[in-house]
Each structure stands twice: as structure tokens, then as C-alpha cells.
């Protein structure tokens, strides 16, 4: 089972500001990585595919990055509705599909 | 637009089986595939199969390997999932979500059900 590892696990960030999510795989995923935001109360939302392509409808100041074991979800110019709790999740080698931990974004 | 409905809060004792339902709308019922997840209170995402809305074939987490059971009926357009033997670390909220692509598992996850609370409680 592929473990997939998410730092920090809680970030503050300024209204504004860039903020940048790390994911590590225990081995390597190619490019087969996905992202997801969710808000409290809510089922989680695609963000990214394909470790950078943004999903439909998704700003463009998501973006996605990196290959391998080791990827990056870039927040430029966070706005109020980016807080929130993000995930990374692998589909390279499965069953079964795994998550990230996750990241909590919140306010500084 | 494709949503994915989900049946209401089930509140069942420790042993007790509880059946969760998933109803597409907005796309073809028979072409996307469908996956089962769940998440515990303020923890992460677990996912626990798929299954195929076509032929109804089955994967499933080895970690649930021997308790759950997905399948659908296609003549209501309804996926679900059942999870026997629970037990109290079995409340989580179970989510059903659809893969992307037609006919093809991709194993990203385009579109969620709002979530089913199960708690389990004696």
C-alpha cells in the first residue's frame, strides 16, 4: 500500500498570501495524484488531476505540481473561501486508493 | 449536472449491518464507475471499493474485505453499500463518489454524494 504524507498539517496563511501544500508518496505515483479541498460540513471537492490539471471550474490560482513521490498544491492570492482542509490522494498502484493526511489552512 | 444523492443517518448498535444508498442523476447510470469511502470523525479519507454500474464487478480494500458489500440495481438507477459486523470505530461519515472517465476507472474522483452519518452505539 503506497502511504502518502502531507506537511505541515496545519498552515496559516495570510488573506492574500501564497501558500504552498507539500505530499509525499512512500514510492513513486508518476504523475497520478489528485487534490481535494473540503470545508466543514461538506463532501470534498476536486481541485486537480493529473498532479496539474486543474479540475472544471477550479480558479486558476490552484495549481498542482510535481511528479514522482513528491508534489505541491499552490494557493496564489488566498481568498476567504480557500480555508479549508486539503487533501492529495494517489491512484498509481491500487487497490487500494490512499489519502494524505491532509492539510488544514486556516487564518493567521 | 451530475449529482449523487445519498440516503439519511443511520444510528445502528454494535454487530447490527447498516445498508447505505447512492443515487446518481445528471449522466448515464451504466457508464462511470462508483466508489465507496468513508470518514471518521475528524480524520481523514478511507476508501473501502468500487464497483462497476455495467457488469456490477466488485473491488474492495483489503481492510474491508470480508464486511462489505457493494452492489446496484440497475432498474432504480441505485448504487449501495453494506457493512456487516459494526462495530463503535465504524461511525464515519460514508461517502459514494464517481469516477471520470466512461467505461474506464480512472481512480480520481470527479463528483461526491452529500455523505451518510452512520454512528454505531450500543
Known amino acids: 500500500e503506497i502511504v502518502m504524507t502531507q506537511s505541515p498539517a496545519t498552515l496559516s496563511v495570510s488573506l492574500g498570501d501564497r501558500a504552498a501544500l507539500s505530499c509525499r508518496a512512500s514510492?513513486?505515483?508518476?504523475?497520478?495524484l489528485a487534490w481535494y479541498q473540503q470545508k466543514p460540513g461538506q463532501a470534498p471537492r476536486l481541485l486537480i488531476y493529473?498532479?496539474?490539471t486543474r479540475a472544471t471550474g477550479i480558479p486558476a490560482r490552484f495549481s498542482g505540481s510535481g511528479s514522482g513521490t513528491e508534489f505541491t498544491l499552490t494557493i496564489s492570492g488566498l481568498q476567504s473561501e480557500d480555508f479549508a482542509v486539503y487533501y492529495c490522494?494517489?491512484?498509481?498502484?491500487?487497490?487500494?486508493?490512499?489519502f494524505g493526511g491532509g492539510t488544514k489552512v486556516e487564518v493567521k | 449536472q451530475v449529482q449523487l444523492a445519498q440516503s439519511g443517518a443511520e444510528v445502528k448498535k454494535p454487530g447490527a449491518s447498516v445498508k447505505v444508498s447512492c443515487k446518481p442523476s445528471?449522466?448515464?447510470?451504466?457508464?462511470?464507475?462508483i466508489h465507496w469511502l468513508r470518514q471518521a470523525p475528524g480524520q481523514g479519507l478511507e476508501w473501502m471499493g468500487i464497483?462497476?454500474?455495467?457488469?456490477?464487478?466488485?473491488t474492495y480494500a483489503q481492510k474491508f474485505q470480508d464486511r462489505v458489500t457493494v452492489t446496484k440495481d440497475t432498474s432504480t438507477g441505485t448504487v449501495y453499500m453494506e457493512l456487516s459486523g459494526l462495530r463503535s470505530e465504524d461511525t464515519a461519515i460514508y461517502y459514494c463518489?464517481?469516477?471520470?472517465?466512461?467505461?474506464?476507472?480512472?481512480?480520481?474522483?470527479?463528483?461526491w454524494g452529500q455523505g451518510t452519518l452512520v454512528t454505531v452505539s450500543s
Open positions: 463518489a464517481r469516477d471520470p472517465k466512461q467505461w474506464l476507472v480512472e481512480g480520481w474522483l470527479d463528483a
Open positions: 445528471g449522466y448515464t447510470f451504466n457508464s462511470y464507475y
Open positions: 490522494q494517489q491512484y498509481s498502484n491500487w487497490p487500494p486508493l490512499t
Open positions: 493529473d498532479a496539474s
Open positions: 514510492q513513486s505515483v508518476n504523475s497520478n
Open positions: 464497483i462497476s454500474p455495467s457488469g456490477g464487478s466488485t
